[in-house]
């Protein structure tokens, strides 16, 4: 079985994230903020711009399940009834929820929705936020984890883990040789892409501070000349991915090692 040589989980509010973590003392529970995520108005849309739409509401509702120590997200008895353009807040009070997020979905092109969003606090019975974003087929899921960042702080104040990548390396393609390439996905496991294809073995990535590059070591094979011969070498590079260009450059390719680098 194939296993993952190394993990490197790149999460920039991790700390945050830290922060709100519940450490269970005795029988002592922290008290959670009842929060709904209310299925949308759906203005005009067809069978297509439904369907995205539903998607990218569905990617909202799961990024929040990851909070579960901090809202419990409950189910509303009037689901999809008209919550954001008839806010009921002393009804939601009444049922002792904290925050409501409601959303209207109008269409703005064949395959391009324009999602219109609200948060309510029912305690100080104000809203919190009112933001339109546009949702298309290209990529639901960047835009669905956008979404789910800007309630988060709305809410919080503080950002939310929804946009942070995790980089790993693994062996997962590898066949006859054991080759480990670098790999990138979405803070749940989702969308992972292979960003390498050296067949070679890809160690210790580091994440620069503005996310942008990821920099890590490569166990090359380099043609040296012997004499009159040429003779293939090992060699520890260091190697640099512009993540966004997908320009890959050497660093360092001395002879002996060149690993670890951190920013």
């Known amino acids: 079985m194939k296993q993952f040589i190394s993990l490197f989980v790149f999460l920039f509010s991790f700390s945050l994230f830290a922060q709100d973590a519940v450490i269970a003392v005795g029988e002592a529970e922290q008290d959670k903020d009842k929060l709904v995520i209310d299925d949308s108005e759906f203005k005009s849309l067809n069978g297509d711009q439904k369907r995205l739409a539903m998607e990218v509401l569905e990617i909202v509702k799961n990024d929040f399940s990851f ?12 689901k999809g009834k008209g ?19 409601a959303s209207k979905m109008n269409p703005l092109s064949t395959d391009k929705v324009d999602a219109n969003f609200k948060v309510w606090s029912t305690l100080t019975k104000k809203e919190v936020l009112s933001k339109n974003f546009t949702l298309s087929k290209g990529d639901p899921r960047t835009t669905g984890h956008e979404i789910a960042d800007s309630l988060y702080r709305s809410i919080t104040g503080r950002p939310s883990i929804f946009l ?10 590898s066949k006859k040789d054991i080759n480990k390439e670098l790999y990138i996905m979405d803070f749940d496991g989702r969308r992972v892409e292979k960003l390498t294809d050296y067949n070679s073995v890809v160690i210790s990535p580091s994440m620069s501070p503005d ?6 070591s490569l166990i090359s094979a380099n043609r040296v000349m012997k004499g009159n011969k040429v003779q293939m070498i090992k060699n520890i590079d260091l190697k640099i991915l512009d993540h966004k260009s997908m ?12 690993p670890g680098a951190v920013y």
Not at 69 to 76: A, G, M, P, T
Not at 164 to 173: A, E, H, Q, T, W
């Open 67 to 78: 909070y579960k120590h901090k809202f419990n997200n409950v189910e509303y008895s009037d």
């Open 83 to 101: 919550s954001y353009s008839s806010p009921d807040l002393d009804k939601w009070q009444a049922q002792g929820i904290t925050y409501f997020i």
């Open 164 to 173: 942070s990548k995790i980089y790993f390396v693994s062996d997962r393609l």
């Open 211 to 216: 996310n942008s590059k990821v920099i890590f």
């Open 247 to 258: 320009k890959l450059e050497t660093v360092a390719a001395k002879p002996g090692t060149n």
